[in-house]
């Protein structure tokens, strides 16, 4: 992996103009990173070289630094809300510095549209989805990929009929034109926000990481825009109204209970 800055004519660099260096130990990457904070730039600034971070031991290739903080989680006073699925990041003094790696066998990934039916099985190494949830569509291992058949714990049959009677129930939603701008919470693989894609319809797929692993890597494989995120005791980071739709299909949240702290 690279590490530098993307300069105007897009190509990538180490070696760069800094302006003023108020402390120079900030320049620092990491113990070997080479620092440059006494040389002058053609601007007159000073000039620093991003050193490189090692690779994280192998065992960390799932680890979201927020979300498996095991210190500051087993901290909190109470965790029946949802609270240990939030964001609990580490202090800066003991951030990683290390590059969390790839998953072994890692390729790139099928482009879209074709991504949205089926993705790379070694980019997502998650077989638990297909053995709870293949008898509802969500999802399949063929050889060496994952595929999807579209359907959802509410909608087996497939998201496209699923989202054909959501517009006969509702006509006014009119995705596409009146609705632009989707929330799909607690996704799974986001096979509602990768079929709404094509409805020009913008969806933001979110779900927790729980037991069934990492959900948001299938969702951000196959091309839709994605994070890992919970309704718990604290709002989403995004302004209200931001979202035209809020799609819950058994997302098990207590809307009555934790709504006024999403929105």
Known sequence: ARLGIVGEDGAMRDNFDIGAVVNETDLATDEGATQEPGSVG??????????????????????IPCLDNDEEIRRLPSTERGERFERHCPAKDKA????????????????????????????VPHTRLVDDKGGQNWITKAKDKFTFPGGGTQFIHGANQYLDQISQMVPDIAFGSRTRVVLDVGCGVASFGAYLLSRDVLTLSIAPKDVHENQIQFALERGVPAMVAAFATHRLLYPSQAFEIIHCSRCRISWTRDGEHSF
């Open 42 to 63: 053609a601007g007159g600034g000073n000039r620093a070289r991003i050193g490189k971070f090692p690779a994280c031991p192998a065992s960390m290739r799932e680890y």
């Open 96 to 123: 990683l510095s290390c590059l969390v790696p790839a998953p072994k066998g890692y390729k790139a990934p099928i482009p879209w549209p074709r991504s949205r039916d089926e993705v790379w099985f070694s980019n």
